[in-house]
């Protein structure tokens, strides 16, 4: 069985204590406008059978570490085929 995917990072800020529902509209917008760029450029591939969308939220601990960790990701997965 062969797969075949692709996994991106989308940065929906610097500032790691900020939630998408705390930006202010406009940078939410150009968040949900970056997302819906990328998944509509994902679809073109003929490989690609869906989309998702998800957010990993972590506290990194140590001793230069000390704050929240946020990363949404866009997972694809392969056509059956």
Known sequence: MNGIGA???????PRHE???AALP???AKNVLLSYRERIIDLRRDPRLRYVLVFKTMALRRGPLWNIPI??????????KG
């Open 25 to 27: 509209l406009v940078s």
């Open 70 to 79: 946020r990363k949404s990701s866009l997972s694809l997965s392969s056509r």
């Open 18 to 20: 900020m939630t998408l």
């Open 7 to 13: 996994h991106e990072v989308v940065i929906e800020t």
